[in-house]
């Protein structure tokens, strides 16, 4: 059987997904809080700082230009228009206010619905100050159009009965000629008048058309002036504050969620802290062995919890069992779980013979502890020299920032690393393999604590199914099977790694 180490997997791709997608579940409390935070942001919003009063109108805006293609350049211009200080300045004549029209022009906006319906909204002070605003504001926008409207019919009315009289005058002159021409019966006298006759035809046709074309425009401005007006009186909108409070409070946990999700994924990405089986394994050199859930605090799950305990507990056991050598239990990120761990440990190993404990976690009072009821005893580290030969010796210590790496050669021979998912960065993982091996320290295995429930991935460095962990001086051939004999590798020391962020190859 051969072992797979950090050298042999391949490349990590730049951004895992699976990963961002389990570290973003698992920080699930930073998310949440910022989405509870916009909700109650937006509902506070609503509260404490309500819309003004407001009103709004619609206005019917017919154009020279219409046309059923028109993409609603015509209807953004009267919004432009309206937002200017010639029609606000009106409306505050109108008012009789003292107002500022650069200062009126940022309490109203206009809108266009469709190519000619125009929709004015109008702050005020109270509800008959708005409506007040927007009847203003409606009066002055039609009667400024109303006044383009002519300017520009007048213009080109005028325009066209100045073109017609021109041409009035050169048929006059024409028709001189021609009367004057009398009748000849040579040939160029025959060709002159009728060049004269045909240039008189075009000059009457020409003065028929401008004349057309005047009486038309002089026709189609009323049309223009009647089809603009106002369609909807102003009216003040009436604002729900059940139903404000509920919009914003939904716009600010959309926001808050937003934010949340962005910062998690943000800080996932660069914080880069394993949370996969594959990934710990993979980075620590050593396969994961067995896993601590997370102890749940509803009653319904504590016998499940338990459960849970009791066959982790048994299934280290059976790791120490088949060490000839001390075995220490490691932890990071984890150290209360790690001491109630190696006591349980202890416990169970305690029926096979007295069992003692050396304590080398940091904060968590173990050493000193008088002997239990069931035989297990616990020591400092500074003791573990003392502890008879024909005892069996348990470490516990920690190989958290800070450790004292010398020590943990006494605590154990061989090592179980009871790891928090999540807990510790690619580069601090790397260090721990690292050091370990320089302390000649193998690791037996990993112990996943809180491990993501809907984790999938294989957490194990062998290529088949893992041999029980033994001893330095144990053989390396075992039995498989009748008339049969498989070579087995030794157990391999933790990976080495660099001290920066780079991955071990």
């Known amino acids: ?52 009063p407001t009103a709004v109108t619609k206005l019917l805006v017919a154009h020279q ?87 520009v019919t007048d213009a080109e009315t005028k325009a066209l009965t100045a073109q017609r009289d021109r041409l009035r005058g050169e048929l006059a002159r024409v028709n001189e000629e021609i009367g004057k021409a009398g009748p000849r019966g040579d040939g160029k006298s025959s060709a002159d008048m009728e060049s004269l006759f045909s240039r008189r035809a075009e000059l009457s046709s020409r003065v028929s058309d ?19 007006q106002i369609v909807d009186a ?45 990934e710990i394994a993979r980075h620590l050199g050593a396969s994961v062995v067995a896993e ?19 066959r982790l507990t048994a299934s280290l056991a059976r790791i120490v069992r088949g060490s000839s050598e001390p075995v220490s239990l490691l932890e990071l ?54 502890v008879p030969h024909h005892k069996r010796r348990l470490g516990v210590g920690s190989v958290a920032p800070g450790a004292v790496w010398n020590d943990l050669p006494y605590l154990g021979a061989r090592a179980l690393l009871v790891v928090r998912a999540g807990h510790g960065s690619t580069a601090w993982l790397h260090t721990v393999a690292r ?19 809907r984790d999938r991935t294989d957490g194990t460095l062998w290529d088949g199914a893992p041999a029980v962990p033994r001893g330095r001086g144990e053989g390396p051939v075992r039995q498989a099977g009748p008339g049969r004999r498989r070579a087995e590798r030794l157990p391999m020391w933790a990976t080495t790694a660099p001290d920066g962020d780079q991955e071990a190859r």
């Open 234 to 278: 102003p009216r003040a909108v009436r604002r729900s504050l059940p139903r404000t409070l509920v919009t914003d409070a939904l716009i600010g946990l959309v926001l808050g969620l937003a934010l949340g999700l962005a910062v998690t994924a943000v800080g996932t990405v660069v914080a880069d802290r394993p949370v996969l089986r594959r």
């Open 65 to 151: 230009e219409d046309q059923p293609n028109d993409p609603g350049t015509l209807i953004r211009t009267d919004v432009a228009l309206l937002q200017t200080t010639r029609i606000a300045g009106d409306a505050l004549k109108a008012l009789n206010s003292p107002d500022v029209p650069e200062e009126f022009m940022r309490e109203y906006e206009g809108a266009g619905l469709t190519n000619n319906v125009l929709q004015i909204t109008v702050t005020g002070k109270d509800d008959a100050e708005a409506v007040a605003r927007a009847q203003a504001l409606a009066d002055a926008f039609i009667a400024d159009h109303l006044r383009r409207i002519k300017e």
């Open 1 to 52: 059987m051969t072992t797979r180490t950090a050298s042999d997997a391949p490349d990590a791709p730049l951004l895992d997904l699976q990963t961002l997608v389990v570290a973003v579940r698992r920080r699930r409390r930073l998310w949440g809080s910022l989405a509870v935070l916009g909700l109650l942001l937006g509902a506070a919003v609503a509260v404490l700082l309500p819309a003004p």
């Open 292 to 310: 601590l859930p997370h102890r749940s605090a509803g009653r319904w799950r504590r016998r499940r919890s338990r459960e849970e305990r009791a």
């Open 435 to 453: 050091h370990l091996a320089e302390q000649r320290v193998p690791v037996a295995g990993v112990v996943l604590v809180d491990p993501d429930p």
């Open 210 to 228: 401008f004349e057309q074309r005047a009486t038309e425009a002089r026709i189609g401005t009323p049309r223009l002036l009647a089809g603009t």
């Open 333 to 386: 990120g984890c150290v209360r779980e790690t001491g109630a761990l190696a006591l349980d440990l202890a416990g169970t190993l305690e029926q096979e013979g007295p069992v003692v404990v050396v304590d080398g976690l940091p904060g968590v009072p173990l050493a000193g502890r008088p002997a239990r009821a069931d035989g297990v005893s616990v020591v400092g580290g500074e003791r573990a020299a003392d």
